[in-house]
C-alpha cells in the first residue's frame, strides 16, 4: 500500500510540477488572474460603488455575498454537526454550571494574566469586526479572536467559567442569529424593491447615499459572521476537548 | 552537468519556487492521506493539502511592487470627498489582485470548521472502536471479527 500511494504521489507530482511550466512567474502583474475582467473591476470599481477602501471586504460582503453567506451557513452546520455527533448528557452535566468554581490545579500568575488579556482580546476583535471594512479585517477574522478569547478563558479558568459566559444554549442561539442577520438583511433588501443582498436598494432607511448604504449594510453582515463564527469556534473547542459533556475540560 | 543542474534550477526553479513549494506540500499531504493508517494522520494529511492550496491561491495574487488591496487614507479621500475620478488616483498594478484573499480568507475559517467535525468523528469512531488505526477498525466491522 505505502509503495503504490508512493507511485500514485510521485506520478501527480510530476505532472504537477511539468504544469507549473505554464504557470505565469511569481508576481507577474500580468498573470491572467491579475489582466481578468473582474480583478481589475474590482479594484478600481470599488471605491467608486460602495466608498469602502477595503477591496477585500467589499468583494467578500458585497460582490460574493452569496458565497459568504453560504459559507457561513457551512460554518454554522459543521458546528451543529458536532454537537450532534459528539454532544452527551451524563449525570453532572447540570451541576455543573451552577456553582462555576476557579480550577484548583491552575495557577494563579495563568489565571491573573489571562483576566487581564481576554477584555483587551475581546476589545481589539470588536474593533477587528467594526472597523473591518476600513482596515484589515472583518467578520471572520475578529469572530474567529472573540471565540480565541472564550477557549483563552476556558484554558486558563477551566470550562465552567467560560461556559458562565458562553453557555451551550446560548452558543447556538448566537450562532443561529448570526446567519439570521445574514439572511435577514438580504431579505430586507427585497421589500425596498431591490434583489436578493443588493444593498443599494437600502439606502432610503439608511443614512447617505446609495454607495454608503452598501458601506453600511457590509458593517451589518460582517456582524452576523462575527455572531456565527464566535460561536461555532468555542463550541467546537468545548465539545472536543470534554468528548461532549462540557464538564470541567483539559 | 553540474552546469546544467544550476541552469535547471535557474530557468524553472526560481522563477517558480512558489508552485514548487505548494507541490510539495500537497504531495506531503496526499501521501498522508493515502497511505496512513492512522485517522488522526490522515487528517493531519489533509490540513497539509488544504494549507497548500491556500498557499497556492495567494501566491496568484501576488504582484510585484504592489502593496496590499486597501486604499491608502489619502486616496479614500481624494475620491469619496473631493470626488476626484478613481481612475486619476489609483492604478491596477498598485494593489495586489483581492479575489484570491477573499476566497481563502472564507476558506480558512470554513476549513477549520470541517477539520473539527472530522475530529468530532473520529473521537466518536475512538470512543466505539476503542482504537485510530484503519485496519483494526476494519478487523471489528468485518462480519466475524472480534467483537
Redesign the interface.
Known sequence: ??FF??I???V??TL??VA??D?P?????H?P??EGQ???F????T??VT?V????TA??ADF?GY??MF?TV??FI??I??IA??RTFGDTAGKASDYPEPDEGSDIIVRSTCHLMVPLIQLFALYVVAHGHH??G?G??G??MLGASYILLALACGLPVAKRRMGERKAIVLAATGIIIYAGWGVACLFFGGNFLDYASLDPVLPGDKEMARSHSMLVVEIGVAFT?TA??FA?YS??AT??RLEKGL | MELLAAGFIED?IV??????IY??L??IG??AM??KNNLIKKLIGMAVFQTAIILFYV??????E?G??????G??HE??EEGKP??EV?T??E?A??????LM??A???G???L??A???S??IH?SFGTLEEDEILDQLRPGGHD
Open positions: 500500500m505505502k500511494g508512493f500514485a504521489v510521485v501527480v507530482g504537477l510540477l507549473t511550466g504557470f512567474g511569481w508576481g507577474n502583474p498573470s488572474a491579475s473582474v480583478s481589475g474590482y479594484i478600481e470599481q471605491v467608486n466608498k477602501p477595503n477591496m477585500v468583494v467578500l460574493r458565497d459568504t459559507e457551512v460554518i459543521a458546528g454537526g458536532i455527533v459528539l482596515s484589515p472583518g471572520f477574522q469572530g474567529v463564527v461555532i469556534m467546537i465539545n472536543l468528548r461532549g | 524553472n522563477p517558480k519556487f512558489n508552485y514548487w507541490v510539495i500537497m504531495m496526499l501521501y493515502i497511505t501566491s496568484i495574487g501576488v504582484k510585484e504592489s496590499i488591496p486597501i486604499l491608502g487614507h486616496q479614500h475620491i469619496v478613481s481612475g489609483i491596477k498594478d494593489f489582485n483581492p479575489l484570491p484573499h477573499v480568507l472564507t480558512i475559517v470554513v477549520v470548521s470541517t473539527g467535525l475530529l468530532a468523528i473521537q466518536r470512543g
